[in-house]
């Protein structure tokens, strides 16, 4: 599995020098990781009607390369590709990655079937067909063949298909284009991945093995699962079950409703099954499901940053009310529990007041509402009351910038405490302009999750309780708190 | 109540040359709007201890002041607030916002009660006290004394509470901080708004009254309305019902859970009352109800960009599998029917296939699947299509830009066909990078709101059809389409 990451040489079959082209466009992406030092492998354009690829030598066919040949990438039209894979069997590949369409996705079974033969003869691990095929922020592999850039009919060029930062999340997809969706809003909310994997039709490799192989990767903390349906059950949910004790696997399976159902059969002819066995698998194996696509990026985004909580109990601290009163309706009705504090707790508010370091009319039941006038020392001080009180188990901190007190030092000052505990806390800031959109990335350079409305946060904390949950019931708690904060090189 | 919006004078009474004082923010607001010519009434500053503030002569006190004063905007502490309402008696004013906290909401309520009845004698209609007061687009009233930037500890100045363009939605609000929170979300989604009103401890003037006055504002097409209790039930939903027969009113009610509720009754000491109440009374008058902060938002534009659905039948075109489904399931579980299209849509889109106009292995049974080989024709084609089957009551169009072919007009050639029709249409393009945004805004300039993920655009939907249940329901649904296309100016 591994060759589909970490290829010591590739060929690229059907490589161009026609830019529009998908064969070109993956080339090219190697060869520009290649020159730059990332992709360290050896680089192969296969084409026969071709002599040279930006500047590489094109071979006319895969047999007459020289060099031995890991990994293939397939571009060329369906019905060539078992001739390409009985030559990849005679040159020895030990991976291939059929980007081409035209398979059984349009009911062509017959070839798909003759593919997977010749490559299971040849003990050849297939990916696709049908598919995007494989990004590793690390290694320099990238066979996204959508345009990283478009021309608009203005003549000006516009970043369509950007690449996320290297970070710790891992996205497996069985939809492509939702794979490429998926790409642009981590890019755009500076969210950090290790490895993308579509697999389209999954032919050979499907989710079980890829959730397995990335197990054992150190540089994915966090897996999202992308799904219409799952063929093997039980295969999928043993595998699920050992990478859910190590690492947070949080699944978006579509076709929850009849009509949704019909569109995933008609979309990748998968049979999405009645949605409660879904939901009841899921849950047994510790997969966290989002309800949509948006909660479905923000729980990564939690899980990446944050440890899971140690129960369900949650403290809010906010500077209005209103946006206070949100994120308790949203923990509630996702089944936190959002208490008044202890009377120890309020009484330690209490004595604030009085010294007047808290305004004197702050509510302090749950949530802390330290009004208009609250300041960074206040936001600090009530962080360190709410990580000491032992009933608490997670924390949400709405700090809305608009106030004219409060200064952006506040998160700092907050992240630094946060950091001493094994405590979970989420972040909101509301607006879409200049200052919110900074307060959010501060918060998130910090390791805390910052979320654009309470209800968004509340959510996210939510899979930090869920996942604690599961990890309590396996009796593995510990042990992922102890690989977190190894990992975070905090302890 | 027109006076809080179009004064023909105004005095800021304890208005300061101290830049961090709201009565600083506030009368430099006005004395701005008035040098650009936005404001056009008479502007007094009173304060004792000043001669001038920012050009302006300064008044010792109200009585002072020579010429006629029709509102007063209030920023000097609580305790001098009932002289300072003595004084409008005697001078005449007709309204007054009170910026000042400090009463009721912190158990004031003698001192609330003692403005209040000073001002029910004098006939002088107030705002507050404990609010952020008015902003309105075109009128030059600014009281938001929120710094509109901010200046950060590196000496880096951000915009911090920004105005949204003019536009048609106003925002009638309970929470200040909430409203500002709106302000920032809207002018960075570049939504434009008519009035704002935060009314905090509503002493007087209530969301009834502030409803019924905008039924009449013929910028206001849709009221935005964030409420934690409504005090004066039965006329609040006369009012509601009176309104939402010509104008769409989004509700975001909090304090739905039992914690919630207790948050809001420290907040604002709103009785938040059984949710199921509101929401049997939201129903009953019309007000469509969001479920969160970003729904509440995004059904705003839905409504005042789009006419309601004339049903529930929605039909979807995609080029993406994936992001369909997602649609499809979000319709669905919200009562939506996405049904397989009619024998005679379906083969319309078969007759394409044989002429090669649509790829042969579009699926076509609702959603319509372009594919990843989708083009700006085939977005047209399939949009008039569903626009011609008179079975389909609104159209969610996911046009994902990453794929290849598709360039930027296909937007120009929907937009452009969904005008000729009285068919809601609604958009979506997932990304937070460059083209997505390009995406999104272009469908909003042409009237088509767009969305960040198929869910959003599904729950816009969703309210284009509540909406439309109950104009229909009430019998004025072909009045309410009159009037919206007079409006935009189509027909």
Redesign the interface.
């Known amino acids: 599995m591994h060759v589909f990451f970490e290829p010591e040489s590739v060929a690229v079959i059907g490589a161009s020098r026609k830019i529009?082209k998908?064969g070109h466009v993956i080339f090219k992406n190697f060869a520009d990781n290649k020159r730059r030092g990332v992709f360290k492998g050896e680089l192969y354009p296969v084409n026969p009607k071709e002599e040279h690829i930006l500047g590489f030598k094109c071979y006319p066919s895969l047999t007459e390369i020289p060099g031995k040949v890991d990994l293939i990438v397939i571009v060329v039209p369906a019905p060539i590709v078992p001739g390409i894979m009985r030559e990849a069997a005679a040159k020895g590949v030990k991976a291939a990655v059929i980007i081409t369409?035209g398979f059984s996705?349009?009911g062509n079974h017959e070839l798909e079937k003759e593919v997977t033969e010749i490559a299971k003869k040849a003990g050849i691990r297939v990916l696709g067909p049908n598919c995007l095929g494989v990004y590793d922020s690390k290694t320099g592999v990238d066979m996204l063949?959508?345009?990283e850039t478009?021309v608009?009919?203005t003549g000006d060029e516009?970043?369509?298909?950007?690449r996320p930062i290297a970070g710790n999340i891992s996205i497996v997809?069985?939809?492509?284009?939702?794979g490429?969706?998926?790409l642009?809003?981590l890019?755009?909310?500076q969210l950090g991945i290790s490895k993308f994997v579509s697999f389209g039709n999954k032919c050979d490799v499907n989710e079980a093995e890829m959730l397995e192989y990335l197990l054992y990767d150190d540089r994915t903390h966090v897996i999202l699962l992308?799904v219409?349906g799952i063929r093997e059950g039980r295969k999928f949910m043993e595998a699920a079950k050992k990478v859910t004790r190590v690492k947070p696997v949080v699944a978006?399976k579509?076709?929850?409703?009849?009509?949704?159902a019909?569109?995933?059969a008609?979309?990748?002819g998968s049979i999405a099954g009645t949605d409660q066995i879904y939901e009841a698998a899921f849950m047994q194996c510790g997969v966290i499901r989002a309800r949509?696509?948006?909660e479905f990026f923000d729980i990564g985004k939690a899980l990446a940053y944050q440890p899971p909580a140690k129960g369900n109990v949650i403290g809010i601290i906010t500077?209005?009310?209103?946006?206070?009163?949100?994120a308790?309706?949203?923990?509630?009705?996702r089944g936190l529990?959002?208490?008044?504090f202890s009377d120890e707790t309020i009484q330690k508010f209490e004595e604030l007041k009085k010294e007047g370091k808290i305004p004197?009319?702050a509510?302090n039941?749950?949530?802390v509402?330290l009004t208009?006038s609250a300041t960074s020392e206040m936001f600090e001080i009530a962080t360190k009351i709410l990580l000491d009180d032992p009933e608490i188990d997670g924390i949400i901190i709405l700090g809305?910038?608009?106030?004219?007190a409060l200064?952006?030092?506040f998160i700092d000052r907050v992240a630094n405490l946060v950091k001493k505990y094994e405590k979970p806390a989420v972040a909101c800031d509301?607006?879409?302009?200049?200052?919110?959109m900074?307060i959010r990335a501060r918060f998130d350079k910090h390791g805390i999750p910052a979320y654009?409305?309470?209800?968004?946060a509340a959510r996210a904390m939510h899979a930090l309780v869920r996942y604690g949950n599961y990890l309590r019931k396996c009796g593995c708690f510990e042990e992922y708190m102890e690989a977190f904060y190894k990992r975070k090189g905090v302890k």
């Open positions: 529009n998908a369409a996705e349009i063949f959508l345009p478009k608009l009919s516009m970043v369509a298909t950007p997809t069985q939809s492509g284009a939702f490429a969706s998926a642009d809003f890019a755009g909310r992308y219409e978006l579509t076709g929850r409703t009849s009509a949704g019909r569109a995933a008609s979309h990748t949509d696509m948006e500077d209005a009310g209103g946006p206070g009163i949100m308790v309706d949203e923990c509630e009705s529990n959002v208490k008044k004197k009319f509510t039941l749950n949530p509402d208009g809305l910038h608009h106030l004219p200064m952006e030092d509301i607006g879409e302009t200049e200052m919110a900074y654009g409305s309470p209800e968004d």
